[in-house]
């Protein structure tokens, strides 16, 4: 809160002065006492969180958007490989797309050295995930992709080519703008998915809708799935000739029932008659965290590491639970992307390499007290020195329906998590934790000697706190605040901010909100408390002394930050440690 100080045109007494000037003294003094009865802290050495990076892996983006790009540079840290990226010239910016050609060029110029290249087709192809929603191909496009990968492959057939597609979402393209229209082509697509499965439907509602959407309209929205599905065949043919080493096809924002699982299904029975069935083509549920599943799942495959996980939920009903923009279970999403990892699930706590703790509630089913059942077994957990990875979902994206507020409240050392995250869809939530994870486990078990392994811990503590930096206090929080205070102002459409005006507007309100939570969050037990870490080489104690932050908004929107933090992490002086 910012104070405004007026003195009064006559001036103040010496005497006031004085007695002002003595208040002041003893407010700094009680101050000052505070602040080192909250930070007391051991005898610790301040430590360095650079990674040596030992192998360097090609990254195409599925755009600039922070979780598809900034997350995988940051997650190689922990794994010690420098991920390489285009220059944002190249990159779409929202809803520009990228420079496909120059992407290209610049993709043959940079791949030598490379030990991987993991490339998005949409970028390649469209220039991004929001163009390659809206964007219609000219003749001979995908040809001239699939000949341009063919090429590449022959002049570095060294160099594994990780590829990665997304199926388009239900949601009609931009240029359909019509509201009814709209409404009438999503009702289409869900009574077609319901048709498909076997499932009744009501006919002549059907019949109704399909007179009812403009012919042209309904040609164009059908034709993107149509020109997807034929990408996505040719692709997987480009696995069977060898030169794609693995491709990810993923399913971008769905339901149930719907055209894309409709297109799904034609795709696993193509995968089925082509003989691929083991783990070269994957079909997985997700778009903006598949980049950073393969960065794991090749970090895995190069270093022989396949995590074993125990899987948790906060309660009976989690598993079966189907979350907003999802077209599959928590469970069958959680199976997903740890087969992705080449991971395996056990049920056996003693056994597994980490445990896996989904946590879901919903507010309507009141299930929040299920919260705290959580932050008993986590607390158990830690008695018995079990790493976990926290994943905190909430059917309405509020912080009620949340675990971390409970364990800060609890004083539970959250550095003491391997991985948390909670953004978005269920899919990112959960193949990013999963992804963290493994990186943490198989880097920490993999380090020669105890200075590397404080190393990687220290880069898996930036990746952490940047999750509930971003995850909980930006995305349960403070951007409803800052929503609801452009919508105030007349500023309605916070997806599409002016860049001349409130989207300077919105970072100074994101700057400073976020940096008085940070103030408050970081003077905390759960934050502050010394943790142990055990490696090969020998247990050590770390404690995280400090963190500054800086971030902005990416896209002239409010739905994702850019976030980088700066933690000072100190090693204390314990017997034990040294």
Same mark, same amino acid.
């Given at each position: 809160?910012?104070?405004?100080?007026?003195?009064?045109?006559?001036?103040?007494?010496?005497?006031?002065?004085?007695?002002?000037?003595?208040?002041?003294?003893?407010?700094?003094?009680?101050?000052?006492?505070?602040?080192?009865?909250?930070?007391?802290?051991?005898?610790?050495?301040?430590?360095?969180?650079?990674?040596?990076?030992?192998?360097?892996?090609?990254?195409?983006?599925?755009?600039?958007?922070?979780?598809?790009?900034?997350?995988?540079?940051?997650?190689?840290?922990?794994?010690?490989?420098?991920?390489?990226?285009?220059?944002?010239?190249?990159?779409?910016?929202?809803?520009?797309?990228?420079?496909?050609?120059?992407?290209?060029?610049?993709?043959?110029?940079?791949?030598?050295?490379?030990?991987?290249?993991?490339?998005?087709?949409?970028?390649?192809?469209?220039?991004?995930?929001?163009?390659?929603?809206?964007?219609?191909?000219?003749?001979?496009?995908?040809?001239?992709?699939?000949?341009?990968?063919?090429?590449?492959?022959?002049?570095?057939?060294?160099?594994?080519?990780?590829?990665?597609?997304?199926?388009?979402?239900?949601?009609?393209?931009?240029?359909?703008?019509g509201y009814q229209e709209?409404?009438?082509?999503?009702?289409?697509?869900?009574?077609?998915?319901?048709?498909?499965?076997?499932?009744?439907?009501?006919?002549?509602?059907?019949?109704?809708?399909?007179?009812?959407?403009?012919?042209?309209?309904?040609?164009?929205?059908?034709?993107?799935?149509?020109?997807?599905?034929?990408?996505? /065949?040719? *692709?997987?043919?480009? $696995?069977?000739?060898?030169? +794609?080493? %693995?491709?990810?096809?993923? !399913?971008?924002?769905?339901? @149930?029932?719907?055209?894309?699982?409709?297109?799904?299904?034609?795709?696993?029975?193509?995968?089925?008659?082509?003989?691929?069935?083991?783990?070269?083509?994957?079909?997985?549920?997700?778009?903006?965290?598949?980049?950073?599943?393969?960065?794991?799942?090749?970090?895995?495959?190069?270093?022989?590491?396949?995590?074993?996980?125990?899987?948790?939920?906060?309660?009976?009903?989690?598993?079966?639970?189907?979350?907003?923009?999802?077209?599959?279970?928590?469970?069958?999403?959680?199976?997903?992307?740890i087969a992705l990892l080449?991971?395996?699930?056990?049920?056996?706590?003693?056994?597994?390499?980490?445990?896996?703790?989904?946590?879901?509630?919903?507010?309507?089913?009141?299930?929040?007290?299920?919260?705290?059942?959580?932050?008993?077994?986590?607390?158990?957990? /830690?008695? *018995?020195?079990?790493? $976990?990875?926290?994943?905190? +979902?909430? %059917?309405?994206?509020?912080? !009620?329906?949340?675990?971390? @507020?409970?364990?800060?409240?609890?004083?539970?050392?959250?550095?003491?998590?391997?991985?948390?995250?909670?953004?978005?869809?269920?899919?990112?939530?959960?193949?990013?934790?999963?992804?963290?994870?493994?990186?943490?486990?198989?880097?920490?078990?993999?380090?020669?000697?105890?200075?590397?392994?404080?190393?990687?811990?220290?880069?898996?503590?930036?990746?952490?706190?940047?999750?509930?930096?971003?995850?909980?206090?930006?995305?349960?929080?403070?951007?409803?605040?800052?929503?609801?205070?452009?919508?105030?102002?007349?500023?309605?459409n916070t997806a599409d901010?002016?860049?001349?005006?409130?989207?300077?507007?919105?970072?100074?309100?994101?700057?400073?909100?976020?940096?008085?939570?940070?103030?408050?969050?970081?003077?905390?037990?759960?934050?502050?408390?010394?943790?142990?870490?055990?490696?090969?080489?020998?247990?050590?104690? +770390?404690?995280?002394?400090?963190?500054?932050?800086?971030?902005?908004? @990416?896209?002239?929107?409010?739905?994702?930050?850019?976030?980088?933090?700066?933690?000072?992490?100190?090693?204390?002086?314990?017997?034990?440690?040294?």
């Open positions: 809160m910012a104070f405004s100080h007026r003195i009064p045109s006559g001036g103040f007494s010496l005497k006031k002065q004085a007695s002002l000037l003595l208040l002041l003294i003893l407010f700094l003094s009680a101050s000052l006492i505070w602040q080192q009865t909250i930070r007391q802290e051991p005898d610790s050495v301040p430590i360095s969180s650079q990674r040596l990076m030992q192998e360097q892996i090609l990254l195409v983006p599925l755009d600039g958007r922070p979780p598809c790009r900034q997350f995988v540079i940051d997650a190689g840290r922990i794994s010690g490989t420098e991920v390489i990226t285009p220059p944002n010239s190249l990159q779409d910016y929202y809803s520009q797309p990228g420079d496909t050609t120059g992407m290209r060029s610049w993709l043959s110029e940079h791949i030598d050295g490379s030990g991987a290249a993991i490339l998005s087709i949409d970028q390649l192809l469209y220039g991004g995930l929001l163009a390659a929603r809206e964007k219609e191909l000219p003749p001979g496009a995908i040809e001239e992709l699939l000949q341009f990968l063919r090429q590449l492959h022959a002049n570095h057939p060294d160099i594994p080519l990780y590829a990665f597609s997304i199926l388009p979402r239900q949601t009609p393209q931009d240029t359909i703008d709209r409404r009438d082509l999503l009702a289409y697509s869900r009574l077609k998915g319901r048709e498909d499965a076997g499932l009744a439907i009501n006919s002549s509602e059907l019949s109704r809708l399909e007179q009812s959407i403009p012919t042209g309209s309904l040609q164009r929205y059908l034709s993107h799935f149509t020109e997807n599905e034929a990408l996505n /065949r040719a *692709l997987i043919e480009l $696995v069977r000739e060898g030169v +794609l080493t %693995r491709l990810i096809l993923g !399913q971008d924002d769905g339901e @149930p029932y719907s055209i894309p699982n409709i297109e799904k299904k034609h795709l696993l029975d193509w995968i089925r008659s082509r003989n691929l069935s083991d783990g070269s083509v994957v079909l997985t549920h997700g778009a903006d965290e598949i980049a950073l599943s393969l960065l794991a799942s090749i970090h895995n495959e190069k270093t022989g590491f396949h995590p074993r996980i125990h899987v948790r939920y906060n309660h009976d009903r989690t598993p079966a639970r189907i979350m907003p923009y999802m077209a599959v279970s928590i469970e069958q999403t959680v199976q997903e992307k080449g991971g395996q699930q056990t049920n056996s706590e003693e056994n597994a390499d980490f445990t896996l703790l989904v946590s879901s509630c919903d507010s309507e089913e009141d299930d929040l007290s299920a919260r705290r059942d959580t932050v008993q077994e986590l607390e158990h957990d /830690r008695s *018995l020195s079990m790493p $976990v990875a926290l994943v905190d +979902l909430s %059917r309405h994206f509020q912080a !009620q329906e949340t675990v971390l @507020p409970l364990l800060i409240q609890r004083d539970y050392p959250v550095n003491e998590l391997i991985a948390y995250a909670g953004w978005n869809t269920t899919s990112n939530a959960v193949g990013t934790a999963l992804a963290q994870a493994s990186l943490f486990e198989s880097s920490r078990r993999q380090s020669g000697d105890r200075a590397e392994v404080i190393a990687v811990t220290a880069a898996n503590l930036t990746f952490l706190q940047n999750r509930i930096l971003e995850d909980y206090f930006y995305l349960k929080d403070t951007i409803d605040l800052i929503n609801t205070t452009l919508q105030k102002a007349g500023y309605t901010l002016d860049l001349e005006h409130n989207y300077r507007w919105a970072n100074l309100m994101l700057q400073h909100t976020m940096k008085n939570q940070l103030a408050v969050y970081k003077n905390t037990r759960s934050f502050r408390q010394p943790v142990r870490f055990s490696s090969p080489s020998g247990d050590f104690e +770390l404690i995280m002394q400090d963190i500054t932050i800086d971030l902005s908004y @990416p896209w002239p929107r409010t739905f994702e930050i850019y976030l980088r933090s700066a933690p000072r992490l100190a090693i204390t002086k314990t017997p034990e440690a040294e």
